[in-house]
């Protein structure tokens, strides 16, 4: 099997391109796949992080406003379409998948005008603008939530199948789960919030766990927090300004970045996250309750149509960004955790909108639109 994936920009656009060209190697290892990025993004880290090739192309996301730098970025976007065009010819596929962002939009549109089967999937509940450009031209598209698909127009045929995420449920041993607390540094007395960011981590929620820190108001619970790498530093400096030593704080365990997130996830009582559409699929899919800062100003308000899939069935709650301080995380956290009883059924309800076996689901789609063509 030959196949092409166009993955640009962010993880959660890259990385469930890795996980289906890893799953395509799993199944066929004499597969050939390359992927088409953009010389700007993290593909250029990721892709070949992962063992693919990586060819590049010009690529922007349009605004409708009228300008001249909106011109000459769709100028370049339409010699894109030239290049993909180009590498799709002398790569011959005989599939091309895109997993989102503006450079399907080339290379989707390419692929389709030369005869090549092409699969989209879209891994946020609010589908993005290559998406709903592309749906009458895309053979398959996939959903991440079922809360997609009637807003996914026009589209040949529209398939749930989910996100493919690394981090999935396990059931430890009490001895087990007793290490991996120990080794965060806390203790089973309390229960565990488990607060991130991202891979970058989030100033708002960052400054809103600080204000935690400063009024001691955490004596309920433990936090684990994951800064991000790039703010660590200065959240460091900021509580040695206020005679705070950042490595001895009650109640709390402070991290530039989680490497055994799987092993933090699953022991942690409720989460505190941003609301990108992977972040969702690891929470349903590991079943805990959770406390969602939506994104602001992103494309459609798509972060914060991902957190309405947990809300709508208490799941979890949202907090707007513009609203988030340190009083009103506080009190959340401990509305929840007051209640063992609802915590366990929040954790349950958000089992039910979790998915399993997306690769192989995703797999099959490639394999039935390949021989369909054949």
């Known amino acids: 099997m030959k196949v092409i994936i166009a993955a640009a920009g962010t993880g959660g ?10 799953k395509i190697k799993q199944e066929e290892k004499d597969s050939k796949i390359i992927f088409i990025g953009t010389t700007r993004g993290l593909e250029n880290d990721l892709v070949p992080r992962a063992g693919y090739d990586l060819k590049t192309i010009e690529a922007y996301g349009l605004s409708k406003k009228i300008s001249i ?13 030239g290049e993909a065009k180009k590498i799709i010819q002398e790569f011959k596929p005989d599939i091309v998948i895109g997993t989102g962002g503006y450079i399907c939009g080339a290379t989707i549109s390419a692929a389709h005008n030369l005869g090549i ?6 891994s946020n509940a609010f589908p993005g603008k290559a998406v709903k450009m592309l749906a009458k031209k895309t053979d398959v598209i996939l959903a991440s939530f079922k809360d997609a698909i009637p807003r996914i127009k026009n589209a040949k045929k529209v398939i749930y199948t989910g996100t493919p995420v690394k981090i999935k449920r396990q059931e430890y041993g009490i001895n087990k789960k007793l290490e991996i607390i120990k080794n965060m540094g806390l203790n089973e007395t309390k229960p565990i919030v488990l607060v991130f960011g991202g891979s970058q981590g989030a100033k ?3 400054d809103a766990i600080i204000e935690i820190i400063k009024e001691k108001t955490n004596k309920n619970y433990q936090i684990m927090w994951a800064t991000g790498p790039k703010q660590y530093d ?6 040695d300004n206020n005679n705070i030593n950042i490595n001895h704080i ?18 942690a009582d409720v989460i505190v996250a941003r609301s990108g559409a992977m972040t969702i699929t ?23 149509y991902n957190a309405k899939v947990l809300e709508k069935i208490d799941a979890a709650k949202i907090i707007l960004d513009n609203t988030l301080n340190g009083k009103i995380l506080n009190e ?26 997306v690769e192989e689901k995703i797999y099959t789609e490639v394999k039935k639109l390949i021989k369909k063509k054949i």
Request: charged share 25%; hydrophobic share 40%.
């Open 332 to 357: 959340t956290i401990e509305e929840i955790i007051k209640d063992t009883a609802k915590m366990k059924k929040m954790g349950e309800q958000a089992l039910t909108v979790g998915t399993s076996d």
């Open 250 to 267: 009650e109640n709390m365990k402070i991290v530039p970045y989680i490497y055994n997130m799987e092993e933090i996830m699953n022991v």
């Open 69 to 81: 730098d909106n011109l000459k970025k769709m100028i370049k976007t339409f010699k894109g379409y």
């Open 282 to 304: 690891e929470i349903a899919n590991i079943g805990k309750p959770a406390i969602l800062i939506p994104l602001p100003n992103v494309s459609h308000d798509h972060q914060l």
């Open 204 to 206: 708002r929620i960052n």
């Open 234 to 239: 200065i959240i460091k400096e900021e509580l």
């Open 13 to 22: 656009h890259i990385n469930p391109g890795i996980a289906i060209a890893n």
């Open 117 to 122: 089967p092409t699969l989209l999937h879209e």
